[in-house]
Nanobody
Framework: QVQLVESGGGSVQAGGSLRLACAASGRTFSQYTMAWFRQAPEKEREFVAAISRSGTTVSIADSVKGRFTISRENAKNTVALQMHNLRPEDAAVYYC?????????????????WGQGTQVTVSS
């Protein structure tokens, strides 16, 4: 069982930056692939980024590539999403997710545990 708690959301102007953090409970954090998803109003939840168990491999959605980075610190049971050059279309609730499967999946149902989400608002 893993419990995830996101933090760091807020309101920024377009072009600004935010850093989201996700703290995980449990002693098996390093056994999970970690990912960030987001969901805007009336839209489906979409993949943003994922990072392997060791942190050596990442996958980034094309829509945020070059602007967002994902990182993790297994010793601290945390995963972060650094967001730069934010755009209005990046506004959404951002969710942290943990998955026990192989690889770096991008589908919602490939992840076993979810946080409650943190709101990101970007004004133009």
């Amino acid at each position: 069982q893993v419990q995830l708690v996101e933090s760091g959301g807020g309101s920024v102007q377009a072009g600004g930056s935010l850093r989201l953090a996700c703290a995980a409970s449990g002693r098996t954090f390093s056994q999970y692939t970690m990912a960030w998803f987001r969901q805007a109003p009336e839209k489906e939840r979409e993949f943003v980024a994922a990072i392997s168990r060791s942190g050596t491999t990442v996958s980034i959605a094309d829509s945020v590539k070059g602007r967002f980075t994902i990182s993790r610190e297994n010793a601290k049971n945390t995963v972060a999403l650094q967001m730069h050059n934010l755009r209005p279309e990046d506004a959404a609730v951002y969710y942290c997710a943990a998955g026990s499967g192989l690889g770096l999946p991008i589908r919602v149902h490939d992840y076993d545990y979810w946080g409650q989400g943190t709101q990101v608002t970007v004004s133009s």
